[in-house]
């Protein structure tokens, strides 16, 4: 399976940035698409963003417009730029890599997720 290490998280003020970066260790269909997902207190997890090793992207509506998601194929990397946050935006944020059909959910890879809190 895909080893995913993320780096990046923080505290922020409104207003504020954050680059978050997740390495994968594999490469291959184990990471055809990668992206991120979050979780706040009491909340179910939710996907954010993700990128497939085409380029093809997608974003929560939520974060359109404040957050770019890109991945850098030759480094098995992803990275989300996270601009304008919002205390919204306060949670832990999970890389996940899969192959473009997933069967098992053990096609999935996760990393172990990276706090990102936003207040002042």
């Known amino acids: 399976q895909v080893q995913l290490v993320e780096s990046g998280g923080g505290l922020v003020q409104p207003g504020g940035s954050l680059r978050l970066s997740c390495a994968a260790s594999?490469?291959?269909?184990?990471?055809?698409?990668m992206g991120w997902y979050r979780q706040a207190p009491g909340k179910q997890r939710e996907l954010v963003a993700q990128?497939?090793?085409?380029?093809?992207?997608g974003y929560h509506d939520s974060v359109k417009g404040r957050f770019t998601i890109s991945r850098d194929n030759a480094k098995n990397t992803v990275y989300l730029q996270m601009n304008n946050l919002k205390p919204e935006d306060t949670a832990v944020y999970y890389c996940?890599?899969?192959?473009?059909?997933?069967?098992?959910?053990?096609?999935?890879?996760w990393g172990r997720g990276t706090q990102v809190t936003v207040s002042s």
């Open positions: 996940n890599a899969h192959p473009v059909v997933v069967y098992t959910a053990s096609d999935n890879s």
């Open positions: 594999g490469n291959g269909r184990g990471i055809d698409v």
């Open positions: 990128i497939t090793s085409g380029g093809t992207i």
